[in-house]
């Protein structure tokens, strides 16, 4: 029986590449990521260093037969720098979800309106109503979704997980405010792009940054 390789890659976080001094997956794992050598035999995968890619970005390579596998072993790989992260520069786990997704089938890039609270990061993503997905605003009353509700769920585990090596209290918060894409990496000229909801989510998860600015 033929075995077909999978792979995915795992970006190494910007704020720890430019962190004073730059923290690169050698200098946590070691230099043949030895340091992740349990999550290889856990999760029976290969995990390679990267060299850093076009955007000066290290990248962790996981390889493995059964894809079940492998993206378990990216799950565990991000808890783990979620880990050096939080120790690092005191980042917190983030989760991008669109509530009303079932609302419409793609995002457009638009301009904040003139009350926006943050002039600097003008650039908001917009769900746009599709006549054939529910109707604009109905999410309010249907609840969560299953699906994401479980999303929740997980990344509040994966919050806890990566501070529960250290000792204090945390408080959970929820914060509601306005929504842009930093100004750092979205410039204007992105103005009137539109993404399918499912890429718009897997950008904002990887490339960009959501700015979240109380009312």
Excluded at 14 to 20: A, F, K, N, V
Excluded at 40 to 65: A, H, S, T
Aim: charge should be negative.
């Amino acid at each position: 029986m033929t075995k077909y390789v999978q792979q995915v890659r795992v970006t190494w976080p910007e704020d720890l590449t430019e962190h004073d001094p730059p923290i690169n997956p050698r200098d946590v794992f070691g230099n043949k990521l030895e340091g992740l050598d349990g999550l290889r035999m856990q999760d029976e995968v290969f995990i390679n260093p990267d060299l850093k890619n076009q955007n000066g970005r290290w990248q962790l390579e996981i390889v493995g037969y059964d894809l079940a596998g492998v993206e378990v072993a990216e799950d565990h790989l991000n808890t783990m720098i979620e880990k050096v992260r939080v120790d690092a520069v005191g980042v917190q786990n983030m989760l991008n979800v669109i509530l009303d997704q079932r609302e419409g089938m793609a995002v457009e890039l638009q301009r904040g309106e003139a009350w926006w609270p943050n002039c600097a990061d003008s650039v908001i993503p917009r769900l746009l109503p599709s006549p054939m997905m529910d109707e604009p605003g109905s999410f309010r009353q249907d609840g969560i979704d299953r699906g994401q509700l479980a999303i929740i769920q997980e990344s509040i585990k994966l919050a806890l997980d990566s501070v529960r090596h250290r000792k204090g209290a945390y408080d959970f918060v929820v914060r509601l405010g306005c929504v842009a894409l930093s100004s750092k990496q979205v410039k204007d000229d992105k103005i009137g792009e539109k993404y399918p909801t499912d890429k718009f989510l897997k950008m904002v998860n990887e490339k960009f940054e959501v700015d979240v600015k109380k009312w």
